[in-house]
């Protein structure tokens, strides 16, 4: 489970009351848990606090509007991605525009990149049904 310092926290409560109207869109769907995937809204990482995380995928989804078209703030944010990244988060960057025009196809996207991203990672998608794992010392049978 990543988190932040107190103060990030704070924050990301306090956003989660302020989301855009593209984000608000998102979450209503991301709630409902397509493919079967669980995703955080707001969620403190760091210094940082990421639009969207399914924790499973280690996947943050951030949601770009028109303030991110500019080098400065392009630069911020390939440094952030880059910090995510060492600790194992791959992001993906979704235009607030293409949220507005096709929600679904957002979502499906999304859908196919964490399905991708756990299959790559191993985690296993269901708990086997034979059981709790042997404890120590015990041969599998």
Request: hydrophobic share 35%; aromatic share 6%.
């Amino acid at each position: 489970m990543i988190t932040g310092p107190r103060e990030t926290v704070k924050f990301a409560r306090k956003l989660r009351s302020e989301m855009s109207l593209p984000e608000t869109l998102l979450w209503r769907e991301l709630r409902k848990r397509p493919g079967g995937h669980k995703f955080r809204r707001q969620h403190p990482a760091g210094e940082y606090v990421l639009d969207f995380y399914c924790a499973r995928a280690r996947l943050d989804i951030e949601v770009d509007g028109w303030v991110h078209d500019n080098a400065a703030r392009a630069e911020q944010d390939r440094l952030r991605s880059a910090v995510l990244r060492s600790q194992g988060i791959a992001t993906t960057r979704v235009s607030a525009k293409r949220v507005l025009e096709d929600l679904e196809a957002v979502v499906r996207r999304i859908v196919v990149i964490c399905d991708e991203r756990i299959e790559k990672l191993g985690v296993p998608l269901h708990r086997p049904s034979d059981g709790p794992p042997p404890r120590d010392g015990e041969d599998f049978q």
